[in-house]
């Protein structure tokens, strides 16, 4: 039972470079999520997945981060011209299903250092 | 505003010690609550609270919730310098999670 993967593990850009991170959720898991820690602050939600749903954006900072997901599957989330604020390590959560009060399950995550 | 506040922001313990950590929240559209470990990045599922006064339990770890007085406290008995970790508290607020800072704990052998 494989859990959430993520990658890369480490990604270093230079600002202005555009960036694209993956996350695997578990198998089976219809809902997915990514969140943002910025360096000794908490995690922030970003968006949210659930099955073939609209996802919700509520959580993205700025028009330069997107995020697709295929199908119950992978997801990319995409910072656009990259920013050294955006430096943060990216984590990705599956649960089961989002609509039920279900436990999340994280990734390792990303860590993304723009210079 | 969704808001979470754990405490203490830290504290050191020696092994053997128990500790209690508490976490108040006012989040809108609250659905449960959760607690995770994290050691380095990915935090780890601890437990999840959905009903007051209704302790989880596993090992040496407790957690409880009052949904009226917005609050859950995580305990932890018998301490060991595995536990040495950053505690957070999530509350569930619509489809996401609310995380506070957490409380950094540090056990000493």
């Known amino acids: 039972g494989a859990g959430v993967s993520q990658s890369p593990s480490n990604k270093v850009t230079e600002k202005g470079k555009d960036v694209e991170l993956r996350c695997d959720p578990i198998?089976?898991?219809?809902?997915l999520y990514w969140y943002r820690q910025r360096l000794g602050q908490g995690l922030e939600f970003l968006i949210y997945?659930?099955?073939?749903?609209?996802?919700?954006k509520s959580g993205l900072p700025s028009d330069r981060f997107s995020a697709e997901r295929t199908g119950e599957s992978v997801s990319t989330l995409t910072i656009q011209r990259t920013q050294q604020e955006d430096s943060a390590v990216y984590l990705c959560?599956?649960?089961?299903?989002?609509?039920?009060?279900?436990?999340?399950?994280f990734g390792p995550g990303t860590r993304l250092t723009v210079t | 505003e969704d808001k979470v506040v754990q405490s203490p922001l830290s504290l050191v313990v020696h092994e053997g010690d128990t500790v209690t950590l508490n976490c108040s929240y006012e989040v809108t559209n609250f659905r449960s609550l959760l607690w995770y470990k994290q050691e380095k990045k990915a935090p780890t599922f601890l437990f999840m609270l959905?009903?007051?006064?209704i302790e989880k339990k596993s090992g040496r770890l407790s957690s409880i919730l009052d949904k009226k007085e917005l609050f859950s406290i995580l305990n932890i008995t018998a301490t060991q310098t595995g536990d040495s970790a950053v505690y957070l508290c999530a509350p569930r607020s619509g489809n996401k999670l609310v995380f506070g800072a957490g409380t950094i704990l540090r056990v000493k052998s």
């Open positions: 198998s089976g898991h219809t809902a």
């Open positions: 959560a599956s649960s089961l299903d989002g609509t039920i009060s279900y436990e999340q399950y």
């Open positions: 959905t009903s007051s006064g």
């Open positions: 997945f659930q099955g073939n749903s609209a996802p919700d």
